[in-house]
């Protein structure tokens, strides 16, 4: 079974680039129906792949089972548009406690009495069904709600976060490969850059017109960021290796004291799925084993991991804000694009998204879709840590829940940007923002590394 799926020109927020958000009631409607398609297109795919057995066992403590995926994103698309947008009586309330995700950690999710695979399916169709007949006679506007089909764009960006959650436990789950897709394309180029200056001064971070950003991207507020030097590529397993080579897992000199305590105990010495065999490193890949291609960004470290990398080659993470001013920001117009490349929606010139690789392409890839400073890569292929943690802009208000992004504010978090290869367009944007805890290492993390300016 194939493990792509291209929706690229599908899910974005403008029919033409640079013309705006998108305003029409029938656009709006073909935009919502074309991104709940292809998430439901994708989780077919990721959940059809194996039998029932698979789908319900747990592959790893960190991961749900597959079947809760799969029946909690029929249940999240119930409750949003069911009962709240068409104001319908609920299907299974029973089932509402069972998939809520924040009742049962995921270690516990197994012991459950979860709909059977089956069952979650036709609950999870039953739901789509009533959804789209509610979409096609639905207003997008009059409140913040449904104002430009916010609350569809929610769900379909809901359930492509869940498929990249389930392709992160097809990687972690053992036996035959069952996905497949072909390598991203080549784009040879000649010698680039390792670093370039972004310019001092003020730009615009956040937005308050994309009209499916979610909370946490709210709202559009100028901040000032010194000159900064930052990577024009993400950080390679080859230069990871070299960091490896000189010692950077037993040298305490290069570690935040808990990410050093977390090494040493569990006795981490690379990236996770990693192994050396006849003195060469080897990696695990959705169930195939490979040499680890040295031109690849490196993939499945920690926050902790990029941190000492960074301080072992004399630099640092990228603050959020310095990322976000790398990407976005046209120091000619003197403005904020929606994506490195421009305002125009994400198609495969410009970045490594939707699935439609099972890996990241080769550093330096992508020309078409970089900043105008030059910077590749900054949207798929890897998420990349920086060094802020996750908290509120200045302005911010909860919405629709406070259980999205407001809960998981503090030090506890940090942020990480651009997407990767596993992330669905209509999920990535310019400003969209991830989090999670410095120790994760399923996650389809990498990073690249900056320097102060004033350090020349």
Not at 94 to 108: G, K, Q, V
Not at 167 to 184: E, K, N, S
Not at 234 to 244: E, I, Q
Request: aromatic share 10%; charged share 25%; hydrophobic share 40%.
């Amino acid at each position: 079974m194939s493990g792509t799926t291209d929706t690229s020109g599908t899910t974005g927020t403008t029919g033409t680039a640079g013309a705006g958000p998108v305003r029409d009631a029938e656009a709006l409607r073909a935009r919502a129906l074309a991104a709940l398609t292809a998430a439901r297109s994708r989780t077919a795919l990721l959940t059809d792949c194996v039998g029932d057995g698979e789908l319900t066992a747990q592959h790893s403590p960190l991961m749900s089972p597959l079947v809760w995926d799969l029946a909690h994103i029929g249940n999240q698309e119930e409750q949003w548009l069911w009962r709240t947008v068409a104001g319908r009586e609920a299907l299974r309330p029973e089932i509402d406690p069972l998939y809520d995700a924040f009742a049962h950690p995921r270690a516990e999710r197994p012991s459950l009495p979860l709909l059977p695979p089956a069952e979650a399916r036709a609950y999870a169709s039953d739901v789509r069904n009533r959804v789209l007949d509610v979409l096609a006679e639905a207003r997008l506007d009059g409140s913040p709600l449904v104002d430009s089909g916010f609350a569809f764009g929610m769900i379909a960006q809901h359930e492509q976060q869940h498929d990249e959650t389930m392709l992160i436990t097809h990687q972690l789950r053992r036996g035959p490969a069952v996905l497949d897709a072909p390598p991203p394309p080549a784009h040879p180029s000649g010698p680039l850059p390792e670093e370039v200056l972004v310019p001092g001064g003020p730009f615009t971070m956040g937005t308050s017109d994309e009209p499916w950003a979610l909370d946490n991207e709210r709202p559009a507020h100028v901040r000032t960021v010194p000159a900064f030097h930052i990577d024009v590529l993400p950080v390679t397993n080859g230069s990871y290796l070299a960091f490896m080579a000189d010692g950077g897992y037993t040298d305490p000199r290069w570690w935040h004291p808990d990410g050093w305590a977390q090494i040493r105990e569990h006795g981490i010495v690379a990236p996770l799925f990693w192994h050396q065999e006849g003195g060469r490193w080897l990696r695990r890949r959705f169930g195939t084993t490979e040499p680890v291609p040295e031109d690849e960004p490196v993939l499945h470290v920690s926050w902790y991991e990029a941190d000492a990398y960074a301080r072992w080659a004399g630099r640092r993470l990228p603050t959020e804000a310095e990322w976000e001013k790398a990407a976005r920001h046209d120091p000619v117009a003197g403005r904020s694009r929606r994506y490195p490349w421009g305002d125009a929606d994400p198609g495969p010139e410009h970045a490594n998204l939707g699935q439609r690789h099972l890996r990241p392409a080769r550093a330096g890839s992508y020309p078409a879709g970089a900043s105008p400073l030059g910077v590749r890569q900054l949207i798929g292929d890897v998420w990349e840590w920086t060094a802020s943690d996750f908290l509120p802009y200045p302005g911010f208000r909860a919405f629709p829940y406070k259980e999205y992004s407001e809960v998981f504010f503090g030090p506890g978090h940090k942020v990480l940007r651009g997407g990767s290869f596993a992330v669905d367009a209509v999920a990535c944007r310019g400003t969209f923002r991830n989090w999670d805890l410095p120790v994760r290492r399923q996650i389809f993390a990498g990073f690249r590394t900056a320097r102060s300016a004033e350090l020349d």
